[in-house]
């Protein structure tokens, strides 16, 4: 079975960085797609960064234009990890964030929420002003 489990979530003034983590684990496949996906109060859930762990390419979700340059997304293999960095965090970031993974990728919409096969309990981020 596969698990998913995310950490890293705070509380964090405006302007300051957090970087979250999701462990995989229960998995076989060689290849594979990790997104992170967020669901603030009162919207619906929306995609953010995705990476492809067979040539490390990342893809930004279609809504989050505002995003590029402040988070980043990485993932380490070997630790089957992926790591979101956030920076210069405002107020509108506060969501619960989530972690999810697709066996091998999904190459006409590889950071959709449908793309994905297994998703993480999620961790709350809250950025104050």
């Known amino acids: 079975e596969v698990q998913l489990v995310e950490s890293g979530g705070g509380l964090v003034q405006a302007g300051g960085s957090l970087r979250l983590s999701c462990a995989a684990s229960?998995?076989?496949?060689?290849?594979?797609?990790m997104g992170w996906f967020r669901q603030a109060p009162g919207k619906e859930r929306e995609g953010v960064l995705c990476?492809?762990?067979?040539?490390?390419?990342?893809?930004?979700?279609d809504s989050v234009k505002d995003m590029k340059g402040r988070f980043t997304i990485s993932v380490d293999i070997a630790k089957k990890t992926a790591y979101l960095q956030m920076n210069d965090l405002r107020p509108e970031d506060t969501a619960v964030y989530y972690c999810a993974q697709s066996e091998g990728i999904a190459v006409e919409a590889p950071c959709h929420g449908s793309s994905m096969d297994y998703w993480g309990r999620g961790t709350l981020v809250t950025v104050s002003p």
């Open positions: 229960g998995f076989r496949y060689d290849d594979y797609t």
């Open positions: 990476i492809f762990s067979g040539d490390g390419r990342t893809y930004y979700a």
